[in-house]
């Protein structure tokens, strides 16, 4: 169904796209509610090119949908093609054709998208492919521009996102005090990184029981989507500004002053923790980053929040997620493609279904299908630590992870899988490979108490598979990785299990790993 409000005179015709919901959008901050159109339209291109889990196509077409009524009642002319319009021509380019045919606009205006693969549309717009001048304005939502973040980068010796933050820190002005780091230090994650302090309790996110139009779009992805995977429902997420607010708030009165304690924590059954939960509607604007670190920062000040928390909540908004889309614009369209270990395993099927006696893995990944989120050492330390020590194809990992997650956009999810967690850039982004044995999910979680096999035991068939896993990756990495300073401990460890040892654990992991092949 194609909904628009007939009108005369449209001179210019706005698309704005799933993940741009926001009122300051630059394409919609200057135009003239009553001589331009606005064009939002659900295509399966966006739908369909990696398969998004239930709920996080119901979150996006459902806030599309909202922000196009709040647009509305705001005085503008919305033209909105939904997904089973009988004349949806499935892409972008296609509908801004339809909708000037419809409209006889003069020009388009539009906001840069967010992913490599829209810019590319983009730039054919814009080199004359729709008949019209289009104008694609900078997107600046963001604290740091890729332009700004290229020249930060330029000419150093390497890339660290401690260094980039502080330059965040200086331009915002956040938690700093007469030109000076809050509290004497620009970090303090050393009072943050622990397993969750006994007797912590989680009011875990606000959720939203779904109104008219995000039953609509329920019963829609339900009929369309049946393959793709994730539960359905019950569908939790806010789907408006007003509701994505009243979550921010929800955190910050309840989750905040805990955040720092448990961020790295991990407990069966307690999915968010004190995390925030507010990653979606960052991405799709339905919150703006800047305030939501302003509003941490007022916590702190009136004294109901603790600085560490404060701090290392503010470090992942302005520090990691402005950091990682820097290094996207940066290597794209490269990136993509980089597979510096030489990863080439398939992705098990278990990713899809969670059906694996891991207990700590089948945790993560049932709480994924289930609720399209995980908290960050979740996705990690678990699953994607697990797939960097079997040697899964970074290709297929970050598809898994940009399906899975209903935060998920390639700028910030590219990144953080194949850099971050799969080291396939070859140290870019992380100085070390996010590599750990049994050991460390043992220290950071419960998950351990409820698995049928041992932490603490290398080899045999009760011995964690991780374990095994973890020098069977040095040991076959040891080229690319051995001159890593931050390993050299692990290599010496390596080297003192003697050769015995040594071969039971390469031994242990190729069984390990042949099970995975097989199965
Ligand atoms: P909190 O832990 O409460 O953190 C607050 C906010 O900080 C988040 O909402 C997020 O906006 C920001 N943030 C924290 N860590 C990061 C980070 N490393 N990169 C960017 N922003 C960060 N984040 C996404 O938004 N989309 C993704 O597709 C995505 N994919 C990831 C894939 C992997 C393999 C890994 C290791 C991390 C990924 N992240 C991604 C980063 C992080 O895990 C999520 O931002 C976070 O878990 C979201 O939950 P939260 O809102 O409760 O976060
Ligand atoms: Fe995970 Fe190993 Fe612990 Fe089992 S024993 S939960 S596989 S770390």
């Not at 909708?99 to 080199?127: I, K, N, P, Y």
């Not at 600046?140 to 332009?147: A, G, K, L, V």
């Not at 889309?325 to 395993?345: F, K, Q, T, V």
């Not at 096999?453 to 040095?474: M, S, V």
Request: charged residues 25%; hydrophobic residues 40%; contains cysteine.
């Amino acid at each position: 169904m194609t909904v628009s409000t007939a009108g005369t005179g449209v001179e210019t015709l706005v698309l704005v796209m799933g993940d741009q919901l926001s009122p300051a959008l630059s394409a919609l901050r200057d135009v003239d509610p009553h001589s331009s159109r606005v064009l939002l339209c659900e295509v399966a291109d966006e739908t369909g090119y990696v398969p998004h889990h239930r709920q996080k196509l119901v979150f996006i077409l459902s806030a599309m949908r909202h922000f196009a009524a709040e647009l509305r009642a705001a005085g503008y002319a919305v033209d909105y093609v939904t997904l089973d319009d009988p004349d949806n021509t499935g892409s972008f380019t296609g509908e801004l054709r339809r909708s000037l045919s419809r409209h006889g606009a003069s020009r388009v205006l539009t906001t840069e998208a967010g992913e490599w693969r829209v810019r590319q549309m983009q730039h054919a717009w814009r080199g004359g492919e729709l008949g019209v001048p289009v104008t694609v304005l900078p997107d600046d939502r963001f604290i740091c521009t890729p332009e700004a973040f290229a020249s930060w980068a330029e000419g150093r010796r390497e890339l660290r996102m401690e260094f980039f933050y502080r330059e965040m820190r200086r331009r915002t002005g956040l938690m700093m005090e007469s030109g000076q780091p809050a509290g004497g230090r620009w970090n303090f994650d050393a009072d943050n990184r622990r397993p969750a302090p006994a007797g912590m309790r989680f009011a875990g996110p606000l959720r939203f029981a779904p109104d008219a139009i995000t039953s609509e779009v329920i019963d829609l992805v339900g009929r369309r989507f049946g393959s793709h995977p994730g539960a359905p429902g019950p569908f939790w997420l806010g789907v408006t500004r007003r509701d994505a607010g009243a979550a921010l708030e929800h955190f910050l009165r309840e989750a905040l002053p805990g955040f720092g304690a448990s961020q790295d924590a991990m407990l069966a059954g307690e999915p968010f923790l004190n995390h925030a939960v507010i990653s979606p509607y960052l991405n799709v604007g339905l919150l703006d980053p800047l305030p939501v670190c302003r509003r941490a920062e007022a916590e702190w000040r009136a004294g109901r929040a603790p600085i560490e928390a404060v701090e290392g909540f503010i470090r992942q908004v302005i520090g990691w997620r402005e950091y990682v889309r820097g290094i996207y614009w940066r290597e794209m369209p490269g990136y993509r493609d980089r597979n510096s270990l030489g990863a080439r395993r398939p992705l098990p099927g278990f990713f899809w279904t969670g059906d694996t006696p891991m207990a700590c893995v089948a945790a993560v990944i049932r709480q994924t299908l289930e609720l399209a989120y995980a908290h960050h050492i979740q996705r990690l330390m678990v699953t994607g630590n697990f797939a960097l020590l079997a040697g899964i194809d970074p290709r297929e990992v970050h598809e898994w992870y940009l399906a899975v997650y209903a935060d998920a956009f390639e700028w910030v999810e590219l990144p953080n899988t194949l850099g971050m967690s799969q080291y396939a850039d070859g140290g870019l982004l992380a100085s070390k490979p996010y590599a750990a044995s049994g050991a460390y999910i043992r220290r950071m979680s419960d998950y351990c108490r409820g698995c049928e096999f041992d932490p603490r035991l290398r080899t045999g068939p009760r011995a964690c598979p991780f374990n095994a896993l973890y020098w069977d990756f040095l040991d076959r990495n040891r080229a690319p990785l051995s001159r890593n300073a931050r390993l050299r401990t692990a290599y010496l460890t390596w080297e003192r299990l003697g050769a015995a040892e040594q071969r039971a654990c390469r031994e242990s992991a190729q069984s390990f790993l042949a099970t995975l092949d097989s199965s």
